[in-house]
């Protein structure tokens, strides 16, 4: 009588998948191929030596860009590894014979080993250098739309101090386990007044250049008013001015001149009429700003939106 075959150490695809998803090159070395699975164990890892390099040589908002096609291409590793282990486990023999390393316990020591390499390197990125955020109110359309999801590049004023025109998420002045969302307008030195809703500089009317109101009619829901281009130094960026009376804080339309203290900024809404900003709480603290939010990385309504704020 022939031999029966022993099949009960046959590699399942589904198994290899999960182990797959658990950690990239895992379900190759489910299947046998403890070489193939550490090489795609290193590639998906690779890029997070990489991100903490560009965050530290530069602060530039290119290196967000950077940083987030290297994630997708630590992304794209992973579905390579799923399909790859899927492929290997329905090629491997019926009678496989169990490796030395075809262990649980390996498994869960490359698991662990794995993993915390990852949760530190995922935790220095996020306490010192890259943060993601949801904004959940309309207080920077046109710029940024209710819903956003952005990243903040939290190297950006290590050696540097903002800019007119830096989005930047900072501390709530008066809460500061909340987080705001503002544009920097002025900065340590100017002089800032609001006065029927213009907004001057050092004493000097800022120039304003009126849009199609056609970005207004992707808002949901959507508001009456005018789009402007407002020029503040070398920038421009897009501002609404809010019709009615709807939505309005007329207290905080206008404010009274004062000088941007040192060590301070001046932050605006780049919706006028519906943004509580330092006309509500004053020039913010550079100490209490968390970052430059640089890229829009799952925009609200429009995947057109996707990518860098700069040109929004």
């Not at 990239?24 to 046998?32: D, K």
């Not at 819903?147 to 501390?171: C, S």
């Not at 913010?284 to 609200?300: E, H, M, Q, T």
């Amino acid at each position: 009588m022939a031999e029966e075959m022993n099949t009960k150490n046959r590699r399942q695809p589904t198994a290899a998948v999960v182990l797959s998803l658990i950690m990239p090159g895992l379900g190759q070395v489910y299947c046998g191929r403890l070489a193939r699975g550490l090489v795609l164990t290193f590639l998906n890892m690779l890029p997070l030596p990489i991100i903490m390099g560009l965050l530290l040589a530069s602060n530039a908002a290119i290196v967000v860009q950077q940083i987030v096609g290297l994630i997708i291409a630590g992304g794209m590793v992973q579905l390579v590894a799923i399909i790859d282990s899927a492929r290997l486990a329905k090629r491997t023999k019926m009678d496989y014979e169990l490796k030395d390393y075809n262990r649980w316990y390996v498994y869960v020591l490359l698991i662990l080993t794995i993993t915390v390499g990852s949760a530190g390197s995922g935790l220095y990125l996020r306490d010192q250098a890259l943060e993601a955020f949801v904004v959940p109110v309309g207080s920077m359309y046109p710029t940024i739309f209710q819903g956003d999801r952005l990243l903040a590049n939290k190297t950006a004023y290590n050696n540097a101090d903002p800019l007119k025109g830096d989005i930047i998420v900072f501390r709530n002045p008066h809460n500061r386990k909340e987080n705001y969302v503002e544009r920097v307008v002025a900065l340590a030195g100017d002089t800032v007044e609001v006065r029927d809703s213009e907004l001057y500089i050092n004493g000097e009317k800022l120039k304003r250049e009126r849009l199609s109101d056609s970005p207004l009619a992707t808002l949901k829901p959507k508001m009456q008013g005018e789009v402007f281009y407002e020029f503040n130094g070398q920038t421009k960026y897009k501002i609404i001015m809010v019709s009615g009376n709807e939505g309005k804080a007329p207290a905080l339309t206008d404010f009274k001149q004062i000088t941007v203290p040192k060590y301070h900024c001046f932050v605006l809404g780049d919706n006028r009429n519906h943004s509580k900003d330092s006309r509500s709480f004053g020039p913010v603290a550079i100490a209490s700003i968390k970052g430059r939010l640089d890229y829009l990385y799952f925009p609200a309504q429009r995947w057109s939106r996707f990518g860098s704020l700069k040109g929004q």
